[in-house]
């Protein structure tokens, strides 16, 4: 996939992802998250979910968002299965933090989501963030569940999502 403009806020660009980016992303990761993952899985949800993976920049890589698709029963409906996105990680620098970056990585990848025939979409955060769960329910995200010692610490987290 080549680079492609999915949406502007400010001075900042919202684009996919591409190969090139990942060293970026994985520095975005390592500054802002406790979270770490392998080299190998950035390029791996990249490969497989494209459309979902997107990077905001100025200049440089100031935030992402790494999602995939699954099927499985709904969070959202008692009974059924579901097309689901999932947000496995988002992140924005800190000192690039409130100006809106992370809602509009969100609905771009929302957007995206939906144009691949997804129902619904969740998300597991930090039963301490609150920054984040702020967000997270000012754009239509409900708390499902707790997911207990989820993090390597043994943190637990709150399983949120909301239809499409």
């Given at each position: 996939m080549q680079k492609s403009i999915v949406g502007k806020i400010g001075d900042y660009t919202i684009r996919n992802c591409v190969s090139e980016d990942i060293p970026g992303v994985i520095k975005v990761n390592m500054a802002t998250l406790p979270e770490h993952y392998s080299d190998y899985f950035y390029y791996e949800i990249l490969n497989e979910f494209p459309r979902t993976f997107l990077v905001a920049e100025m200049g440089e890589t100031v935030g992402y968002i790494m999602c995939r698709i699954e099927h499985g029963l709904s969070l959202m409906r008692r009974f059924g299965l579901a097309k689901k996105g999932h947000i496995i990680s988002i992140a924005t620098v800190e000192q690039?933090?409130?100006?809106?970056?992370?809602?509009?990585?969100?609905?771009?990848?929302?957007?995206?989501?939906?144009?691949?025939?997804?129902?619904?979409?969740?998300?597991?955060?930090?039963?301490?963030?609150?920054?984040?769960?702020?967000?997270?329910?000012?754009?239509?995200?409900?708390?499902?569940?707790?997911?207990?010692?989820?993090?390597?610490?043994?943190?637990?987290?709150?399983?949120?999502?909301m239809q499409l």
């Open positions: 690039h933090r409130g100006k809106g970056i992370g809602t509009m990585l969100l609905q771009c990848a929302m957007d995206e989501m939906r144009k691949d025939g997804c129902k619904e979409t969740f998300l597991e955060v930090r039963t301490t963030n609150e920054e984040a769960i702020r967000l997270y329910k000012k754009l239509g995200f409900q708390i499902t569940g707790t997911l207990q010692g989820y993090y390597k610490d043994g943190e637990a987290a709150y399983l949120m999502a």
